[in-house]
Each structure stands twice: as C-alpha cells, then as structure tokens.
C-alpha cells in the first residue's frame, strides 16, 4: 500500500483544479418521466459524456498529475476491465509518458481497443485464475512504473469526487445521492463531496445483485472478499472494496443496495429510449436503484450519478432487444 494521507474534501477541490480545462465539466440532465415515475426531482450526472466515455477520466488525470519528474520518465502502470484503462491510456497520453495496462482477456473488446486506440500497452490475463494485484505489483517492480490502481488510491478518489462536486453546485443541496460501487474510488470521493457541500444528503451505493462485497463488508464491519462476481456490470466486477475506500464508506455512505441484471437493462433501454443516451450497464447501477423503486424517493431531491457510455454496440444491441 502506499503511505499517502487518506483523502480529504481538500483533495476533492484540489482535484478540481487540477483537471480543470482537461476534463469535460459533464451535463446535469433531467427527465419528466424520470419524475414522474419516482415522484421525485431527479438530476443525472452525465459521465458517459466524460473524456473516453467514464468518470474515470478525473481520477486518472488527477493521480497523473502529481508524478515528480522521476515518475514521469518511468511511466504509469495499472489493472482495469475497461474504463480505467481506457482513462490512464488516455491521461498519460495527455501527460507525454508511457502506460501499460493489465486487462482482463475476456473484457469488452471496445474497451481494450480503445486503450490502445490512446497509445496504452495491454496485457492481458485470466481474470478467474489470475490474480490482477500481483501481476501489477510484479510488473511495477520490474519495469520500475508507478502503480495507480482503479480505486484504492488517494489521489484517484479526489478526481473521482469532482463529479459529486460539480453536481451539488449546479444544482443545490440534495436530499440523496445514489452512486454506483464496484471498488469504492466513486462513492468515496462523491460521499466526501456531498458531505462538505450537501451535509444533510444520504448517500446510496449501488452494486450489481451478483457482486455485494460492499454491502456485505458494511454490514460486517470489515472488508469481505468474494469470488469474481458474474454480471453484465463489468466496471463493477471488483471482488472488494478498496483500503483506503472503505473507512470513507464506513463514515459517509448510509448504506448500500443492489439490482439485477435484468433491472440494468430495463434502465439501459429507458435511458435509450427517454433520454436517448447510451449508457453501459455499470453505468445504470445508480439510476436502476431510483427508477426501479429500490429505494422511495418520493417528494425528494435526488442526484444519480451515470457513470459511463462504454459498451459493446453488439452487446447494447443485443440488451436492447
């Protein structure tokens, strides 16, 4: 683990800062029908129109941006299904340095070819055979690069809470946040925002049924790990929540649910069809909770957090139908 300070809210201004000019300040958007079916004042954080299609843009940058020279010349090193990889390939490109990245084999072909569509190095291994952390770790080693990990890294956690950051402002305090939660980086730097700017909002993580080690490790009080969770929501795949993350979620995220597949591509299609907006199943997590009544938010104020527009068109077609 790295000795890095645990993040802060003055992280998250910090951030961005930092990443001012470089990302998208991303569109809040609304929905009738989204209100009217929840009764509630709905505001959709439009990540999947981020650089490279995912908030994760914000947190690689944010960590790119703090390498002394030494690092720089070394180059950065990471593990990612996709968005993250897509996010460090394309931060380091922005940044003149090198970056290689550890993908799982059977990731979304879309995902891989972009990262090396941004110039990035992929490796590929096994994702139910092969430990990803020690690959990384090894790599890093040998080759001498930094390693910034999708989630469990202070610097990725304030970049991350930027999104939360810019929705409060444009839209006043709300009275819930729902967040999508594979490894923690979004919910954690978004608890930390809505908590300076919004103190009075609840915030909700969202997991895929398949994958709850969030919920589980709430509940247990200590971090759970879980076996590779089979879903359609690959950006939240992860088999545990992050070192540095939990402890945030502990303090500042109220609690944590979770929706099926079947409930990701029921939002993949309203989305598509209300909103005329692609956006993958990760990326519905937050929304599904909302619009599928897993949580009442009627007469309230509601921020959902739309992580990413990364998908398959062969997939997104075929969920569609």
């Given at each position: 683990m790295?000795i890095?300070?645990?993040?802060t809210?003055?992280?998250?201004?910090?951030a961005?800062?930092?990443?001012a000019g470089a990302?998208h300040r991303?569109?809040v958007?609304?929905s009738?029908?989204a209100?009217?079916l929840t009764g509630?004042?709905?505001?959709?954080k439009?990540?999947?129109?981020?650089?490279?299609?995912?908030?994760?843009?914000?947190?690689?940058?944010?960590?790119i941006s703090?390498?002394s020279e030494?690092?720089?010349?070394?180059?950065?090193l990471?593990?990612?299904?996709g968005?993250?990889?897509?996010?460090?390939?394309?931060?380091?490109r922005i940044?003149?340095?090198?970056?290689?990245?550890?993908?799982?084999?059977d990731?979304p072909?879309a995902?891989m070819?972009?990262?090396?569509?941004?110039?990035?190095?992929?490796i590929t291994?096994?994702?139910y055979?092969?430990?990803?952390?020690?690959?990384?770790?090894?790599?890093?080693?040998?080759r001498?690069?930094?390693l910034?990990?999708p989630?469990?890294h202070p610097?990725v956690?304030a970049?991350?809470?930027t999104?939360?950051k810019e929705l409060?402002?444009e839209?006043g305090?709300?009275d819930y946040?729902?967040?999508?939660?594979?490894?923690g980086g979004?919910?954690?730097?978004?608890a930390?925002?809505?908590a300076?700017l919004?103190?009075s909002?609840t915030?909700?993580?969202?997991?895929?049924?398949?994958?709850n080690d969030?919920q589980?490790?709430?509940?247990?009080?200590?971090?759970?790990h879980?076996e590779?969770?089979r879903t359609i929501a690959?950006?939240?795949a992860?088999?545990?929540?992050?070192?540095?993350?939990?402890?945030?979620?502990?303090r500042?995220?109220?609690?944590?649910?979770?929706?099926s597949?079947?409930?990701?591509v029921?939002t993949?299609?309203?989305?598509?069809?209300?909103m005329?907006?692609?956006?993958?199943p990760?990326?519905c997590?937050?929304?599904?909770?909302v619009?599928?009544?897993?949580v009442p938010v009627k007469?309230?104020?509601?921020g959902v957090l739309?992580?990413?527009?990364n998908?398959?068109l062969a997939r997104?077609?075929?969920f569609l139908?």
């Amino acid at each position: 683990m790295s000795i890095l300070p645990a993040p802060t809210y003055a992280d998250v201004a910090d951030a961005a800062e930092r990443i001012a000019g470089a990302a998208h300040r991303t569109p809040v958007m609304t929905s009738r029908t989204a209100d009217s079916l929840t009764g509630a004042n709905l505001f959709f954080k439009c990540e999947n129109f981020q650089r490279m299609g995912a908030f994760k843009f914000r947190g690689a940058f944010n960590a790119i941006s703090h390498f002394s020279e030494s690092q720089r010349q070394a180059g950065v090193l990471t593990y990612s299904s996709g968005n993250h990889a897509q996010a460090i390939a394309l931060s380091a490109r922005i940044a003149g340095i090198k970056a290689t990245i550890i993908m799982p084999e059977d990731a979304p072909a879309a995902k891989m070819e972009a990262t090396r569509g941004y110039g990035g190095e992929v490796i590929t291994y096994d994702r139910y055979t092969e430990n990803r952390e020690e690959i990384g770790a090894r790599l890093a080693q040998e080759r001498g690069m930094t390693l910034i990990p999708p989630y469990d890294h202070p610097h990725v956690i304030a970049g991350q809470g930027t999104s939360a950051k810019e929705l409060i402002e444009e839209t006043g305090p709300l009275d819930y946040l729902f967040v999508c939660l594979g490894g923690g980086g979004l919910i954690a730097g978004c608890a930390l925002a809505a908590a300076e700017l919004s103190p009075s909002c609840t915030v909700i993580g969202v997991e895929p049924e398949a994958g709850n080690d969030a919920q589980q490790s709430l509940e247990r009080g200590e971090i759970v790990h879980i076996e590779v969770p089979r879903t359609i929501a690959d950006g939240a795949a992860s088999t545990h929540v992050g070192e540095y993350n939990f402890p945030i979620l502990k303090r500042l995220v109220d609690r944590v649910v979770t929706v099926s597949d079947d409930q990701l591509v029921q939002t993949m299609k309203f989305f598509a069809q209300r909103m005329k907006m692609v956006v993958e199943p990760t990326g519905c997590l937050a929304a599904a909770a909302v619009l599928q009544n897993i949580v009442p938010v009627k007469g309230k104020r509601v921020g959902v957090l739309v992580s990413g527009g990364n998908v398959d068109l062969a997939r997104y077609a075929q969920f569609l139908a």
